[in-house]
């Protein structure tokens, strides 16, 4: 996997407190009820590590949760034992959740993914199954069915299977199709961090804060981040944000685990 690093934290603005307090502001000036939820995910975990442990700290720091996409096929015993030791320092932050299998692209043409067209039905069940036993036997009770495609993407047959298995919701990014079947929810990110497309600094920025802006607007903001992706200007920011956010009354911070159990009380 490259893990390159996106334009805009090559360039960081000055002037960030005033720029995200701005964006929140007038977001919130449009959005009806005047507030919003608002989640964090971090993608590719299993791998413990300094940039792991970094941005681990940062959320410990703010108190604010985050939903963590942990990959199967690259977690073992040691691995999950350093993971644990933040679970159990604040067990309320955290949501362990399930991406992929072994992050692996298995498309030939088009756009990569791990659990898309080109798999067959007992592939991918074998493979969602694997994985969920693999989590649930490291994590046990810490571990929450909840289902990150890698690359956000997957089939329509997946998201049948995700609800067939019991799995509580899927998480993909925003406008993805296909739909999911009713009965599983969709925890779409809105805002991308790290895995920016944007070739100049400027446009990245210019971009990110249209997106939260758009995210806030809408009441229901979900952010994803890849750590491996952050430089020291990427973690500047994600600080800045995150005491920023963890001030607010407007704004309720929640995980996936928590998001669960709001859907269960509103259906
Ligand atoms: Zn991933």
New binding site residues.
């Given amino acids: 996997m490259s893990h390159s690093i996106s334009s805009l934290w090559l360039s960081p603005p000055k002037d960030l407190v005033s720029r995200v307090t701005r964006c929140i502001d007038s977001a919130l000036d449009e959005n009806e009820k005047r507030e919003g939820i608002v989640f964090f995910r971090a ?2 975990v299993a791998v413990p590590g300094k940039g792991f442990s970094r941005l681990m700290e940062l959320f410990i720091r703010h108190r604010t949760p985050l939903s963590l ?1 942990v990959v199967p096929a690259w977690l073992s015993g040691p691995r999950w034992k350093v993971l644990k030791g933040f679970e159990r320092r604040d067990s309320g932050l955290w949501c362990w959740h399930q ?2 299998w072994r ?1 692996q692209n298995h498309e030939i043409t088009g756009k990569k993914q791990e659990f898309g067209p080109v798999r067959t039905e007992s592939q991918i069940k074998r493979d969602l199954i694997r994985g969920r036993r693999r989590l649930e036997a490291q994590m046990e009770s810490d571990f929450c069915p909840v289902f990150t495609p ?2 956000n993407r997957c089939g329509l047959s997946t998201l049948i299977l995700l609800r067939e298995l019991g799995y509580h919701a899927v998480s993909r990014s925003t406008g993805s199709q296909p739909s999911t079947p009713i009965e599983l929810p969709d925890f779409q990110v809105n805002v991308d961090l790290h895995t920016r497309k944007e070739q100049r600094p400027l446009a990245g920025w210019d971009g990110l804060f249209e997106d939260l802006k758009r995210a806030l607007m809408s009441g229901f903001c979900g952010i994803m981040i890849h750590h491996q992706r952050m430089n020291q200007a990427a973690f500047t920011f994600l600080d800045v944000l995150l005491e920023i956010f963890s001030r607010r009354i407007d704004l309720s911070l929640v995980h996936f685990g928590d998001l669960v159990r709001l859907q269960a009380r509103q259906s």
Wanted: aromatic share 12%; no cysteine.
């Fill in positions: 993608d590719d996409g991406h992929g992050h890698p690359w």
